[in-house]
């Protein structure tokens, strides 16, 4: 009895036999609106992009011990993402084998094993079936792996991140992520230790497509339109001296920042080039938050020169850091795009703290992380509203039915604005849509191939 369960068939009712003309759906300047609305490209898509490729799933901070476990979701597949009794982290799927009820209804907890809340079966947090009640009622061998929970067949992590995929052919998760591994990199490696612990998190539902979300994360053309409130805020208190999303206010590309594509859908928004390489430059940049100057002379009287170097601990790293499908790293946030139907989508926004490596001490860290909590109050609150209600208001106008097209061409056919680079990366301005002209291409790659997909189950 092989562990191994390849998934036979079509993985949906469209592939193979597709009804749809990829090419004609997803154009080098423009996407059709079905790509947004049809269910059954939707349904297509939770198993052809979130199963057929590399899908956050979590952070390893979030079961720091054994036997610690989450629960959460590849696509709609309900997971148990659980560190079994010797430290193996895996993405168990979230459903009884008996009649298919979900097993574990808790957020998160620590349990070696789960009893299903219908007939009481009852499984280790390594998957396999561990008792039935009375099991005499059973003529065959309930031991049959069959019985064990499916589970994702490959799990891998990248520096604290959970990725999982169905996929057999994938690459290994390094090689997956390429060049956006080096900014992940830059992103952990300015806190203590490298590593940062994820909290609590802002939770947003919202009646669109996912897809909205992911294509608005690289975006520099929005930004002094849908969130002219928040600029106009920083502007009144930062004057001549712009920060944060003032960047964005006059010729944003002509700004020190830009956009880069580094493959498999993955991109990033730099505005790092516009930070003062100095101790407090990050902090400088920090959007307004009310109370900051109390906070900073209070830092300063306490820790004197080394206030703002922590200071610049509790700033927004200027980069957002977007790992296709469901995954950005937006100033010290871990966001993921969680697809809930066509036309409905969760955005979470998980915070971040630091932890002590003996270089801060433990009141500094505390002191930080408290700081940390305020400045990652802000963007979710008073930006991320902005983007959603865009992304209910595209759902809304993909309905009239004749306009079939959605654009996204700027930067396009002009000499010299997009460039690719020796390592196969591309640059543009900061307001072009070439990251979200190459994610579409890795979009319709994925929905174009039969993939070698499968789920495991303990033998
Ligand atoms: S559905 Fe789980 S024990 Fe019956
Ligand atoms: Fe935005």
């Known amino acids: 009895m092989t562990a191994l369960e390849k998934i036979g068939g079509p993985p949906t009712r469209l592939a193979g036999t597709a009804p749809y003309d990829w090419e004609y759906l997803v154009q080098e300047d423009r996407a059709h609106r079905l790509i947004y609305t049809d269910p059954a490209i939707f349904e297509a898509e939770m198993t052809q992009i979130f199963g057929g490729t590399w899908t956050y799933l979590a952070h390893e901070s979030e079961i720091p011990k054994v036997n610690d476990f989450i629960t959460r979701r590849l696509g709609l597949r309900p997971l148990i993402i659980v560190r079994d009794g010797e430290g193996k982290i895996r993405a168990l799927y979230n459903r009884c084998t008996h009649r298919g009820t979900t097993l574990c209804r808790f957020d998160k907890g620590n349990s070696k094993s789960f009893q299903c809340p219908y007939h009481g079966w009852n499984f280790l947090n390594t998957g396999r079936l561990r008792g039935v009640p009375w099991p005499d009622g059973y003529a065959g061998d309930m031991r049959n792996p069959k019985y064990n929970l499916a589970q994702v067949p490959r799990v891998e992590s990248y520096r604290g991140f959970i990725f999982g995929t169905l996929n057999l052919d994938a690459l290994p998760l390094n090689e997956h992520l390429g060049p956006i591994a080096t900014i992940i990199d830059e992103w952990l490696d300015r806190n203590p230790g490298g590593q940062v612990v994820v909290c609590e998190a802002n939770r947003f539902r919202f009646k669109a497509n996912w897809k909205l979300a992911y294509d608005n994360s690289c975006d520099g053309y929005h930004v002094a339109y849908s969130h002219r409130s928040l600029l106009e805020t920083e502007n009144r208190f930062a004057g001549e001296n712009a920060k944060g999303m003032a960047y964005y206010r006059n010729s944003p590309d002509t700004q020190p920042m830009y956009m880069r594509y580094t493959g498999h859908g993955n991109h990033y928004k730099d505005k790092r080039p516009n930070l003062e390489k100095r101790p407090g430059g990050l902090w400088a940049l920090e959007s307004a938050h009310p109370g900051m100057e109390h906070y900073e002379a209070d830092f300063i009287s306490r820790y004197g020169e080394r206030a703002f170097s922590l200071l610049d601990l509790a700033g927004s790293e200027p980069v957002n850091i977007n790992v296709f499908p469901n995954l950005s790293l937006l100033g010290n946030h871990i966001q993921v795009f969680e697809p809930v139907s066509v036309e409905e989508t969760n955005a979470i926004w998980y915070g971040t703290m630091i932890v002590d490596d003996g270089s801060i001490g433990a009141d ?65 301005p900061a307001t072009d849509e070439a990251f979200m002209r190459e994610h579409f291409k890795e979009w319709k790659r994925l929905m174009q191939t039969r993939a070698s997909l499968a789920v495991q189950r303990e033998p």
């Open 364 to 428: 500094g860290v505390r002191d930080i992380n408290a700081l940390r909590m305020r400045t990652q109050e802000g963007f979710p609150n008073f930006g991320e509203v902005d983007d959603i209600a865009n992304f209910e208001q595209i759902q809304r106008g993909l309905m009239a039915i004749e306009d079939e097209w959605v654009y996204m061409h700027r930067g396009l056919g002009i000499p010299d604005r997009v460039k690719t680079n020796d390592d196969g990366t591309i640059t543009a």
